[in-house]
């Protein structure tokens, strides 16, 4: 199955299940809700990873509005890591991801909401809910470089390169490519690119009308850019990254409580 069918299939159960929950109808009574919340992300998906920081605004029992912003690595989906031992003067190189020219590192910053469509009982059971968030990218390309060995007039030495027309056929070259650089080479020759993501998803919370936060979540999210991102030399490098993602949320909410009425 594609990524392109996984993804709508996701949506449509998100979207059937939403109306499911909507449906159910919900008792009225009287309770104590915080109204505030400050949350931590750690977050894999698809292609990559981010950590993140949320703010959030409890406007009832059952919808939070939020603020967030995250940092993570997005790679391109047909990265492959490569592993070579070598050994030179006693060390052994790391690996490295063949055909690649840039490291693309996002910095997200957006709204949100959660709709629960679900109340967790006192003593056991989850709240489950719709997590809807949305914002922009300042996309961060940091060049990738490889260490490759040189062979001159029989005398062998290591060279950092990273892509260009002049370093093509080293860079591509497995037969000389030893494994990747520090990660501090090229941190002097990023460039930007703007963007935006959506994120859409089901949180499972153990405590959502508790003092601690305690969420996971799960959903797609799709990352877009104005034109295609040049993370890889020979693969086409696209504009539009769509991942599956599971977060895991861990935080607290303010010890400030209220009285309000549920409808």
Same mark, same amino acid.
């Given at each position: 199955?594609?990524?392109?069918?996984?993804?709508?299939? =996701?949506? !449509?159960?998100? !979207?059937?299940?939403?109306? +499911?929950?909507?449906?159910?109808?919900?008792?009225?009574?009287?309770?104590i809700i915080y109204k505030s919340e400050r949350f931590m992300d750690l977050a894999i998906h698809t292609n990559g990873f981010f950590v993140g920081y949320n703010k959030g605004k409890i406007k009832t029992y059952?919808?939070?509005?939020?603020?967030?912003?995250?940092?993570? =690595?997005?790679?391109?989906?047909?990265?492959?890591?490569?592993?070579?031992?070598?050994?030179?003067?006693?060390?052994?190189?790391?690996?490295?991801?063949?055909?690649?020219?840039?490291?693309?590192?996002?910095?997200?910053? &957006?709204?949100?909401?959660?709709?629960?469509?679900?109340?967790?009982?006192?003593?056991?059971? $989850?709240? #489950?809910?719709?997590?809807?968030?949305? &914002?922009?990218?300042?996309?961060?390309?940091?060049?990738?470089?490889?260490?490759?060995?040189?062979?001159?007039?029989?005398? !062998?030495?290591?060279?950092?390169?990273?892509?260009?027309?002049?370093?093509?056929?080293?860079?591509?070259?497995?037969?000389?490519?030893? &494994? +990747?650089?520090?990660?501090?080479?090229?941190?002097?020759?990023?460039?930007?690119?703007?963007?935006?993501?959506?994120?859409?998803?089901?949180? #499972?919370?153990?405590?959502?009308?508790?003092? $601690?936060?305690?969420?996971?979540? +799960?959903?797609?999210? $799709?990352?877009?850019?104005?034109?295609?991102?040049?993370?890889?030399?020979?693969?086409?490098?696209?504009?539009?990254?769509?991942?599956?993602?599971?977060? =895991?949320?861990?935080?607290?909410?303010?010890?400030?409580?209220?009285?309000?009425?549920?409808?």
């Amino acid at each position: 199955m594609n990524q392109g069918r996984v993804i709508f299939w =996701l949506i !449509l159960l998100l !979207l059937v299940s939403a109306d +499911a929950w909507a449906q159910t109808p919900f008792t009225v009574r009287k309770g104590i809700i915080y109204k505030s919340e400050r949350f931590m992300d750690l977050a894999i998906h698809t292609n990559g990873f981010f950590v993140g920081y949320n703010k959030g605004k409890i406007k009832t029992y059952y919808r939070t509005d939020y603020t967030h912003i995250d940092f993570g =690595l997005l790679e391109h989906p047909r990265e492959q890591k490569i592993h070579r031992s070598y050994q030179q003067s006693g060390g052994l190189f790391n690996s490295y991801t063949y055909g690649k020219q840039n490291s693309l590192w996002n910095l997200r910053a &957006g709204r949100g909401m959660v709709r629960y469509f679900s109340e967790k009982a006192r003593q056991k059971g $989850v709240a #489950v809910g719709m997590r809807l968030e949305g &914002g922009l990218i300042l996309g961060i390309l940091k060049p990738y470089y490889l260490k490759v060995l040189k062979n001159e007039d029989g005398i !062998l030495s290591i060279e950092h390169i990273r892509y260009s027309e002049s370093t093509r056929d080293a860079f591509l070259d497995p037969d000389q490519i030893l &494994g +990747a650089s520090p990660f501090s080479m090229g941190l002097s020759q990023i460039r930007v690119r703007p963007g935006g993501y959506f994120r859409l998803g089901i949180t #499972v919370d153990q405590g959502a009308f508790e003092r $601690v936060v305690r969420a996971l979540n +799960a959903g797609i999210s $799709v990352d877009v850019y104005p034109g295609a991102v040049p993370i890889m030399v020979s693969s086409r490098n696209p504009f539009l990254f769509p991942n599956f993602y599971v977060n =895991l949320q861990f935080g607290s909410r303010n010890t400030t409580l209220k009285a309000e009425k549920r409808n």
